[in-house]
């Protein structure tokens, strides 16, 4: 089913009509089996919210995961790895994601 992908790893996809970074949000279980996942945008427009958590240096410094941005995408829309975030960061994401869904 296309590229293999782990959740916590970055990726170029296509969402929507924009080439852009993103998340894969989905969880290991069902990953390989699903031609759909769920991702979160990677952006430069910061606005401090809490829904955004910072990037290490090593994969987008600068850059935050928006978890306002949630899609899901087909696998083949993921094209190229760029990096993988540390657990800590990871935790971050997750605690943002349950923020922005309000659950």
Not at 19 to 36: A, G
Not at 70 to 98: F, I, Q
Request: net charge positive; aromatic share 2%; with cysteine.
């Amino acid at each position: 089913m296309g590229n293999r992908m782990n959740r916590g790893e970055v990726w170029w996809a296509q969402v929507g009509r924009k080439r852009r970074p993103v998340l894969v949000l989905t969880r290991p279980e069902v990953i390989d089996v699903r031609d759909l996942v769920t991702v979160a945008e990677i952006t430069t427009t910061v606005r401090g919210l809490a829904v955004e958590v910072p990037l290490p240096e090593s994969v987008a410094g600068g850059s935050v995961v928006n978890c306002d941005g949630l899609h899901t995408v087909r696998r083949s829309s993921l094209s190229d790895r760029l990096g993988e975030l540390d657990d800590r960061t990871m935790r971050a994401v997750c605690r943002a994601v349950t923020y922005a869904l309000g659950c």
